[in-house]
């Protein structure tokens, strides 16, 4: 039998812990958005596991990061595709995903010594896998040298809803992994538009190259208190085959911080590397109506649903009553078991009101 050396390997570490509370009615916490098929007949964490399986080149088996509620369903999909992960860590409560990251490093360290991680979020579009994969590869060997690296989205567009990072000197012969000058907040519109003009700034796309050893010790010097408690929570964890509950009053201790906010901001290796991948973070019904509209009118139907007379509507039926759009432009239209929601497409960052309503109804 051939030994694999693990830490030549890249692990893969899907983080599965969101909500996704501006697609509701259709994602809620107890069904959140990665386990429904919104972009392609698969479920968007399917297609985010099949992105770095073992045959897609050099990848371990992926370890998985996602709520104690939703071990089944996952176990499900994952059979569905047929693929076996490493692990699961189940977390007992959310706490972001530094604390998040923390565990998948920290079982990373103890299985195998050490290893590259490439944290990627389960609920994200990448319509060219092949560039991130070929950015990956090509930034192994760096993190393997203790940088940090994170994968910066040419943007198209000023966009005001994203985080950016600004570029700095180049880290490689020909220029394709670049220093972090600095990370910014979603910034003002004139600050994206010039950024778009002058370039050498990149959406911040929340996936992530480095070695699970040197995140492990960022986190000792920026932000010791996730590395105390995610140690502590996977020292007292408990296992049943893939499956892995970390200690919930140890996990509870870590801070509700990012990763971004705990470690990539303040480390001092810290590397970006532009790729053009056809991203989405499929956040808000507009984006899953650009990504799907096809016929010559605009509209897009999934499920049960009738358009006459009507252009560039998204009518998304899942488990609810069929629906009839007619005589209406630009709308979208979602009908589940759980809720119905009508709205204007350039209203659809409203919608985490409506889920807000909702839910504080029901608590």
Known sequence: MTHIDQTKLIHPVILS???????????????????FPLVSERTMIQDTVLRTAPSAGNFAAPVIV?????EAMLLDQLTAIEVAPAALLLEPEGRNTAPA???AARWIVEQHGDGVMLVMPSDHMIAKPDILLKAAA??????????????????????TGFGYIAEGGALDAEGHIRSVNCFIEKPPL??????????????????????ARALLDALSIH?????EASIAAMDQAVAQGVSIKPDHAA????PNISIDHAVMEKADRVAVVPVDMGWSDVGSWQAIWAMRAGEEAGNSIHGDGFVHDARGNLVYVEGGPPVAAIGVDNCVIVSTAQGVLVLPRDRCQDVRAAADHFRKRAS
Not at 17 to 35: C, V
Not at 190 to 205: H, M, T, V
Not at 251 to 254: P, R
């Open 223 to 227: 932000c010791p208190t996730v590395t």
């Open 251 to 254: 996990f509870a201790a870590a």
């Open 190 to 211: 004139a600050d994206a538009i010039a950024y778009l003009e002058n370039g050498g700034f990149y959406w911040n796309s929340g996936i992530f190259l480095f070695s």
């Open 101 to 103: 990251i923390a565990i």
């Open 17 to 35: 812990g969101g909500a996704g509370t501006r697609l509701w009615p259709l994602s809620r916490p107890e069904h959140p958005k990665q386990f």
């Open 66 to 70: 996602t709520s104690a509620r939703h």
């Open 138 to 159: 090509a930034a192994h060997g760096l993190a393997a040298d203790g940088y940090m690296v994170t994968f910066g989205i040419i943007p198209t567009a000023p966009e």
